[in-house]
Structure formats: C-alpha cells, structure tokens
C-alpha cells in the first residue's frame, strides 16, 4: 500500500503515442468550470465574448427610427395636451386623466372667469401706476393708490370667483361621479392660470 510501485515497463509504443481525452462538453450554466491546460480567461475576454451589439445591423438606421418615434410622440402628447380629446387620453400626463378631470376641464374652459382678464387688469393697473409714480402731479398720489386698490380687489374677485366655481363644481362632481376626485381645487387653479 505505501510501497513502491512495481518496475513494469511501458513498450517504446505506449510511451511515444499520447493518449488523447475527450474534450468535455461545454455547458451554458454558470457553474462550468474551463479544463485544466487553459489559462483562465481574464475579465477582458470574457467581456467581450458576451458582448452583443445593442443596436443591431445599422446603427445610423436605428437612430433615425428612434427620433422619428420620439418625434412622433411629442406630437401625439402636444395634440392631447392641446385639444384634451377622448381618443388621445392615454397621452396626457396622469393628473390629467380620467373622466372626471376632461369634465373639470370643460366645465372651466366653458365658463367665463374673472381670471381670463387678469393680466390684462393687472398690467395696466401696474403701468398706470407706474407712470404715475414718476410724476409731480398734485393727484399722482392718490391715483397710484387707487390702482394698488384695484390690484388687490381683483385679486379677491379672483380667489371669490374661484371659491365659488369650487363649491358649484363640487357639487356637480357628486352628483355626476358619486365624489369629488382629491386634488380638484388645485387642478381648477390651474385650469384658471
């Protein structure tokens, strides 16, 4: 058992001709491991065995494709975003969705507001006082006071106008959808801005 192995000689054939092993099948699992004889591969090799192009064929081709897609979906969210029509909803962003903000939206675009001419009350409110601010004129102080006046009342017409466009649209959510959907309030500013 721990002796020396017997002094048998191989013939002069079996020494010279090398026997030759079957190369074991490569599996695809991760658990293979390379035969001995072979240096393993560095990170490198393997690296670049695995890598496949991303974009197959031509690339040009495929680029073009994309921004013609991209292209393509701008237009289709600027058409839902700008006409809020039923067929393009599932373009609009998802606070814009569902029926009963398209039925807040048209009820506010239907509706005169005393938002719609703010900007305008606002800017020659703001210009007017402006002008008269610069001025030696004897009424120049009251006029610039009372275009300051006519600012702030706008702006509590405007909040008013909005407090009961809310209270009148609350009610008609409830009794059309059952509740009023979170977020109206905010969603009827925006409406108005």
């Given at each position: 058992?721990?002796?020396?192995k017997s002094k048998v000689e191989k013939s002069p054939i079996e020494a010279v001709e090398p026997?030759?092993?079957?190369?074991?099948?490569?599996?695809?699992?991760?658990?293979?491991?390379?035969?001995?004889?072979?240096?393993?591969?560095?990170?490198?090799?393997?690296?670049?065995?695995?890598?496949?192009?991303?974009?197959?064929?031509?690339?040009?081709?495929?680029?073009?494709?994309?921004?013609?897609?991209?292209?393509?979906?701008?237009?289709?969210?600027?058409?839902?975003?700008?006409?809020?029509?039923?067929?393009?909803?599932?373009?609009?962003?998802?606070?814009?969705q569902g029926r009963q903000r398209r039925f807040v939206r048209d009820y506010v675009d239907a509706?005169?507001?005393?938002?719609?001419?703010?900007?305008?009350?606002?800017?020659?409110?703001?210009?007017?006082?402006?002008?008269?601010?610069?001025?030696?004129?004897?009424?120049?102080?009251?006029?610039?006071?009372?275009?300051?006046?006519?600012?702030?009342?706008?702006?509590?017409?405007?909040?008013?106008?909005?407090?009961?466009?809310?209270?009148?649209?609350?009610?008609i959510l409830v009794g059309k959808f059952g509740e009023a959907q979170r977020g109206s309030v905010?969603?009827?500013?925006?409406?108005?801005?």
């Open positions: 058992m721990f002796g020396r026997v030759e092993e079957a190369e074991p099948q490569v599996s695809k699992n991760s658990g293979y491991t390379a035969p001995k004889g072979r240096p393993t591969p560095s990170r490198k090799e393997r690296e670049a065995a695995r890598r496949k192009p991303i974009v197959g064929g031509d690339r040009q081709a495929a680029k073009e494709a994309q921004r013609e897609q991209r292209a393509q979906d701008r237009k289709l969210h600027a058409h839902a975003l700008r006409t809020g029509d039923e067929k393009y909803e599932k373009y609009l962003p998802a606070q814009h509706r005169r507001n005393v938002g719609d001419y703010m900007l305008y009350v606002l800017g020659g409110c703001l210009l007017i006082g402006l002008i008269f601010a610069g001025t030696q004129l004897s009424f120049a102080p009251q006029v610039y006071t009372a275009t300051v006046y006519i600012m702030y009342g706008y702006l509590f017409l405007f909040a008013l106008d909005l407090w009961f466009l809310w209270r009148k649209l609350k009610g905010s969603y009827i500013l925006g409406g108005l801005a």
